[in-house]
């Protein structure tokens, strides 16, 4: 099945985030494919804030790798970050499958670094930058 949702704009995030989550049913292992500046980060950040978290606890975990938040439920949600992981035993070491069957929600950027180590359940998304400078989310 195809399906996508198109980001007019920075200003368009927040209505982009709740179209994704209403289309993704139980999935509960994001992977986010993109080009550096794509958006994986903003788009995330969109999607903790339609799930209760607070907006400015979410950032990029680029040097920790993995950084938990909290829904507005009280669920973890577990954002990662694998851009500078070099092989899959780091990531095994930072225990990347206790995670991932958790049943907790994970978002991951850069999971071509790990693909390897991803459930075959793993909504893969991959976020396009168009000539007018919208982003196309397709799973």
């Not at 071509?112 to 196309?136: F, K, Q």
Request: one cysteine or more; hydrophobic letters at 40%; aromatic letters at 10%.
């Amino acid at each position: 099945m195809n399906n996508t949702v198109t980001i007019k704009s920075i200003s368009d995030l927040d209505r982009a985030a709740v179209e994704f989550l209403g289309k993704i049913g139980d999935a509960r292992l994001l992977a986010f494919y993109g080009q550096m500046g794509a958006g994986k980060t903003t788009f995330t950040v969109a999607l903790c804030k339609a799930l209760g978290v607070v907006a400015d606890k979410v950032c990029s975990p680029t040097f920790t790798i993995i950084s938990e938040y909290l829904s507005g439920k009280g669920e973890p949600i577990y954002h990662f970050d694998f851009y500078r992981i070099k092989n899959l035993s780091e990531a095994m070491d930072i225990g990347v499958e206790d995670y991932f069957y958790s049943g907790n929600l994970c978002i991951m950027e850069w999971p071509e670094n790990i693909e390897e180590l991803l459930p075959d359940e793993t909504l893969r998304v991959h976020i396009t930058v168009n000539p007018d400078g919208s982003r196309a989310l397709s799973w």
